[in-house]
DNA sequence: TCTGGGGTCCTAGGACCC
DNA sequence: TCTGGGGTCCTAGGACCC
């Protein structure tokens, strides 16, 4: 039988803001999404004030009186990112093999190790908490499912004291905590799926687990199928440590002010399509197609409304910003429509190919270089003195389009003149 | 005034093939 | 009256995840 754990940061943004700044400890910390629009981490007493996740700041922050005693940060990607690379370090030293899953967790292969898996776990969680200042919940099963529901487990419940390992659970115990769990909770279920299964009577993860797997598959689909088997400690879900190529990038962001001119949304297009194309030859592949979306503010109920998007298609893939920013600005001339006020642009790269087995046009006269050497440039250097020090010019300068950030915090491990200062 | 961003997988249905 | 059978590929849309 495997042994899965998965580990995940408790409130990882909020977490990381606390890390470095010890006055925040014990108290309400909230991190808003891009253009400080959403709380997207809350740490524990700001959940207990109510504020909910994915809530809009500026509500909770009536709601509880300009913000009461909640600390309000803007997220902080780049200390974040940081603090997550040091952490997957960290847990790599544990075990054989590792899945990162997102930001703040990942999945561990303790399958066949000597130690007993909890006591593992706890190990770990003090390493973790020792070296990087940030508190991490275990969850360990005999599927990546189980191992999420334990990690749930271990983060709602004080009692596991962080590390909760369900293959040492006797089967009836096992069975409770799983009656225990609303369906709703259970990986890979969410909202709609979980009012059509309790439409059925399976409220539980105990149901689900019950429940005939042939019948899943044909009134829901395999996804829900695989997960009740795993639910019933059934593997069907391999752990993956070789993250896969991207299929698509994409790169899109709200504005900081309504924009109305092409000339801002051009330079929005343009600064988005470098960003994406940066992390596109990242990955040593190509682009076949971009796709450009632009809208309106969705929530100005009395305002007119517009929202598009199409493809444009490249005769041969490309990794070289100039040729897909081109192809992007002539969709958004095609898109653009005077006399709205727009809110929202962004780019996605598709039809992604390996660049090392690019395709040509035969139409196309060949060109030996394709731009590769000039864009490798343009990555060292950015990557050497900062993102952006080399720009496209339509990029633009002035950006009064740019997010809102009001509060962000210094990155901290990232840049020379933004280091903490300690003092003795 | 103020409402995020970036991904994946699956399915159904249409187009097309022999 | 009655109009085959089996397959692939692509796309849009839905659902999920963090």
């Known amino acids: 039988m495997a042994v899965l754990a998965l580990v995940d940061c408790n409130s990882f943004y909020a977490a990381c803001e606390q890390a470095f700044r010890p006055d925040l400890l014990d108290r309400p910390v909230v991190v808003l999404s891009n253009n400080d629009g959403c709380v997207v981490a809350r740490s524990k007493e700001a959940k207990a004030l109510g504020i909910r996740m994915g809530e809009p700041w500026f509500q909770a922050r009536q709601r509880l009186g300009e913000g009461g005693a909640v600390t309000a940060l803007s997220s902080n990607y780049a200390l974040y990112a940081d603090m997550s690379r040091r952490v997957m370090r960290l847990l790599a030293r544990f075990a054989p093999c590792q899945e990162i899953y997102s930001i703040d967790e990942c999945f561990l292969d303790l399958t066949g190790l000597p130690e007993d898996p909890g006591a593992l776990g706890r190990r770990l969680r003090d390493t973790v908490r020792r ?22 487990l271990a983060k709602q419940d ?16 096992r069975d409770r905590w799983l009656a225990a769990t609303p369906v709703a909770a259970v990986w890979g279920i969410g909202p709609r799926l979980a009012s059509r299964l309790e439409a059925l009577g399976m409220r539980s993860a105990l149901d689900l687990a019950g429940a005939d797997p042939r019948r899943l598959q044909r009134t829901f689909s395999v996804v829900v ?3 009740a088997l795993e639910l019933r400690g059934v593997p069907c879900l391999a752990l993956e440590d070789l993250p896969p190529d991207r299929q698509q990038i994409q790169c899109s962001r709200s504005f900081g002010a309504p924009v109305t001119a092409p000339r801002e949304l051009a330079e929005a297009v343009t600064t988005f399509v470098s960003r994406a194309a940066e992390k596109l030859r990242a990955q040593r592949s190509e682009a076949g197609a971009v796709s450009v979306m632009i809208r309106t503010n969705l929530f100005a109920a009395d305002a007119p409304q517009y929202s598009n998007s199409l493809v444009v298609g490249l005769p041969e893939p490309s990794a070289d910003t100039r040729v897909l920013a081109r192809a992007a600005l002539r969709g958004l001339r095609r898109l653009y429509r005077p006399g709205f ?22 139409f ?32 633009g300068l002035h950006r009064r389009w740019a997010m809102h950030q ?3 915090s210094p ?7 933004e280091l903490p200062v300690a003092r003795c």
């Open 131 to 152: 070296w990087t200042g940030l508190p991490v919940c275990v969850g360990i099963g005999p599927t990546k499912t189980l191992a999420k529901l334990a990690n749930r």
């Open 158 to 173: 004080a009692g596991w004291e962080g590390v909760c390992d369900l293959g040492a659970c006797a089967a009836a115990d």
């Open 225 to 227: 199928e695989r997960t």
């Open 341 to 362: 006020r727009y809110a929202k642009a962004g780019i996605l790269l598709l039809a992604l190919t390996p660049a090392a087995r690019h395709q040509a046009d035969l």
């Open 364 to 395: 196309t006269p060949d060109r030996s270089d394709r731009g590769e050497r000039l864009m490798a440039t343009l990555d060292r250097i950015n990557r050497r003195y900062g993102r952006e020090t080399i720009l496209l010019a339509g990029a």
């Open 406 to 408: 009001a509060n962000r």
């Open 411 to 417: 990155r901290y491990t990232t840049r020379w003149d």
